[in-house]
């Protein structure tokens, strides 16, 4: 199964941009990189997906490396409800995948946002 | 309003007890997921259930039975076999097992003393 690597933790402040990172470096070409956030003592939540192309929606924006082995979470303007545990997770999309197609759960970054 | 819903919030049980953890959905969605959380680890898939009547053990079934009789409903036992069972227990649905996003309840938390 593919995987990924993120940073344990990462801490921000209030109002300013995120970066979160996270290496892939043995993708496939039908892998999907799926963002998503837990919130303390909450199920996860979907933040954001893509294949090649950057993606933006509502919540934040995803930047994905030409080669696809990294991409970045971008919260444009962190806030203190956005201090959760981020997950980078690639998923086989692809018409073959059958039960591969699970989301494989690595450990995340811990994002911590000051006042 | 839609969602998933996990109950209890919280479940203390003695050890050598059977437990059956509750998950419900009014989604409409096909696909339905049991993940077990432990602290500091990532989400680990328990079962996970296709269809209505169907289910796949997923990476640590083993002390685990689960049924998908209607639906909405995907409950989760789990059974005097399962040597640690202390842990967040979580549910999620997507609307078919190839869809891009999963939806997740709340968490059950039980504590086995």
């Known amino acids: 199964d593919a995987k990924t690597t993120q940073p344990n933790s990462m801490e921000s402040n209030e109002e300013e941009p995120v970066h979160l990172p996270c290496n892939h470096s043995?993708?496939?070409?039908?892998?999907?990189i799926h963002w998503y956030r837990q919130l303390p003592s909450q199920g996860p939540e979907y933040v954001i997906h893509g294949l090649t192309s950057n993606v933006n929606n509502r919540m934040a924006s995803l930047a994905i490396a030409e080669d696809r082995k990294s991409s970045t979470l971008i919260l444009h303007r962190a806030t203190l409800r956005d201090a959760a545990v981020y997950y980078c997770?690639?998923?086989?999309?692809?018409?073959?995948?059958?039960?591969?197609?699970?989301?494989?759960w690595g450990l995340g970054t811990s994002l911590a946002v000051n006042p | 309003d839609g969602g998933i819903t996990q109950s209890p919030k919280y479940l203390f049980r003695k050890e050598g007890q059977n437990v059956t953890l509750s998950c419900e959905q009014n989604?409409?969605?096909?696909?339905m997921y049991w993940y077990r959380q432990d602290p500091g680890q990532g989400l680990r898939l328990i079962y996970y259930?296709?269809?209505?009547?169907?289910?796949q053990k997923g990476d640590i079934a083993e002390g685990y039975s689960v049924s998908r009789e209607k639906k909405e409903s995907f409950p989760l036992t789990v059974t005097s076999a399962q040597k640690n069972p202390t842990a967040f227990y979580l549910c999620?649905?997507?609307?078919?097992?190839?869809?891009?996003?999963?939806?997740f309840g709340q968490g059950t938390r039980l504590t086995v003393v």
């Open positions: 043995t993708i496939s070409g039908t892998d999907y």
């Open positions: 997770i690639l998923r086989d999309q692809g018409p073959n995948a059958g039960n591969n197609r699970k989301l494989i």
């Open positions: 999620a649905s997507s609307i078919g097992p190839a869809s891009i996003e999963a939806f």
């Open positions: 259930s296709q269809i209505v009547n169907d289910f």
């Open positions: 989604l409409n969605h096909d696909a």
